[in-house]
């Protein structure tokens, strides 16, 4: 019995819980907060669970992240209570399946692609920054494609470090050829210099606004 135990506490040590919370907001205006909880392996994202609030307490939504065979290509599952949608992202080999649900119809599509360039989607926009996270840092620039459920297309972008100051880093999705309606501003992740730490997001949500827009946040996070 000794054995299972010595892998519980190998596995146990190895990855770590982490829990964020958020503030998002649109304009200046406060638009939703989130409850981010991820676990972690070597600073890299393994699974999450979003938990999604309006302003007035009512629980809007919530997302769930989960990175099977790529590290840069997490499944994602999000629905939200306000417009009764929801959007599944599947990954399989060089093929994903998108699912989006809504009152009105239930659609599921398929879109191939190639490993010509490294691709990523959602949060593995973070595992590929800490995995070359020095490289960054010392100003080198990568080129990879972005996947963009919203229109069923993959985006090149070009990710580099914005700027470092005061123990944090900012680190920027430049736009290079990308969509103007995805990239209405520059894209932003900021972390602390010392341990990785999330800070701060600037750009698009998956979350809508009442009208069926996607948001363009400004969000905060705390540990």
Request: proline share 2%; charged share 30%; net charge neutral.
């Amino acid at each position: 019995m000794l054995l299972p135990l010595l892998i519980l506490l190998s596995v146990s040590s190895y990855s770590s819980t982490r829990i964020f919370e958020g503030v998002a907001r649109d304009e200046g205006v406060v638009a939703y907060y989130q409850r981010f909880s991820v676990v972690e392996e070597k600073d890299n994202y393994k699974r999450g669970f979003i938990e999604l609030w309006e302003p007035s307490g009512r629980r809007l939504g919530y997302k769930k992240i989960v990175f099977k065979n790529n590290p840069y290509l997490p499944d994602v599952y999000l629905k939200e209570f306000r417009t009764k949608e929801e959007l599944e992202v599947e990954w399989g080999i060089g093929k994903v399946k998108v699912r989006d649900y809504n009152r009105v119809k239930r659609t599921e599509k398929s879109y191939e692609f190639s490993t010509s360039r490294t691709k990523i989607f959602d949060m593995g926009v973070h595992n590929f920054i800490i995995d070359h996270w020095d490289e960054i840092l010392e100003g080198k620039e990568f080129e990879v494609s972005m996947f963009l459920p919203q229109f069923g297309d993959w985006k090149n972008i070009i990710l580099r470090k914005a700027w470092s100051t005061d123990g944090k880093v900012g680190i920027e999705f430049a736009r290079g050829n990308i969509h103007e309606m995805f990239f209405h501003s520059k894209n932003q992740i900021t972390y602390t210099e010392k341990d990785k730490s999330l800070v701060h997001y600037r750009g698009l949500s998956l979350v809508k606004d009442g009208k069926g827009r996607y948001l363009e946040v400004n969000l905060d996070y705390e540990e």
